[in-house]
């Protein structure tokens, strides 16, 4: 069964433009949130996270939503680059053990 | 650089074969993670180590095993190779399970193909 889900596996837009990338997850057994950023040949990288306690957190051009009620979270970035081209993964931290459950990636295409 | 190395970066093998993947964690870091990524497939937890000792385990197959040594670097084994297994193999570290906000550092990855 797969946890996290992100439904959109590609999204393109515009230089300036806002990216809204999106994630649904079914547990509620995750205290935290977490935002990866994966460029080719590369392992993912930690973008932003945000605690279950919290609805939104912020830093920089990123910010993280979270709707607990409807177990959706998702990542703005404002305003778009091209070097935001990347594929984000969203992240569940399980509150049992501290792993990752992961969303399946959404590859962001940021066109000049 | 992240700090956490694989080796090998890239491996082809012929099916039935068995490969070692290896990983060095983090400086500091005391958990190791394993992770695989198939073709447009998310990245799936496989096991989780902890100062040498196994911590939580995924969905990880019976041909698989891993271990963490006691100069904390990790080696996940893949016996009787098939097709399906042909991914890409991550490994992450942390200094605790779940330490802080900030998730795992992860290494750049060891791409199997299985012929």
């Known amino acids: 069964d797969q946890q996290v889900k992100q439904n959109s596996p590609s999204l393109s837009v515009q230089e300036g433009r806002i990216s809204i990338l999106n994630c649904d997850y079914t547990?509620?057994?995750?205290?935290?949130f977490l935002w990866y950023k994966k460029y080719p040949a590369e392992g993912p990288t930690f973008l932003i996270s945000i605690s279950s306690i919290k609805d939104k957190n912020e830093d920089g051009r990123f910010t993280v939503f979270l709707n607990k009620s409807a177990k959706h979270l998702s990542l703005h970035i404002v305003p778009s680059q091209p070097g935001d081209s990347a594929v984000y993964f969203c992240?569940?931290?399980?509150?049992?053990?501290?792993?990752?459950?992961f969303g399946q990636g959404t590859e962001l295409s940021v066109k000049p | 650089d992240s700090g956490v190395t694989q080796t090998p970066k890239h491996l082809i093998t012929a099916t039935g074969q068995r490969v070692t993947l290896r990983c060095s964690p983090r400086s500091g870091d005391l958990s190791v993670y394993w992770y695989q990524q198939s073709l447009d497939q998310g990245l799936q937890f496989l096991i989780q180590y902890y100062n040498g000792e196994e911590r939580a385990k995924g969905n990880i197959l019976e041909r698989f095993s891993a271990q963490q040594f006691p100069d904390l670097h990790s080696e996940l084994n893949l016996s009787s190779l098939e097709l399906g297994d042909s991914a890409l193999y991550f490994c992450?570290?942390?200094?605790?399970?779940?330490?802080?906000?900030?998730?795992?550092?992860f290494g750049s990855g060891t791409r199997l193909t299985v012929v």
């Open positions: 547990n509620s057994m995750f205290d935290y």
């Open positions: 992240a569940a931290r399980s509150n049992q053990g501290g792993k990752l459950i």
């Open positions: 992450a570290s942390s200094v605790e399970p779940g330490q802080g906000t900030y998730g795992y550092t």
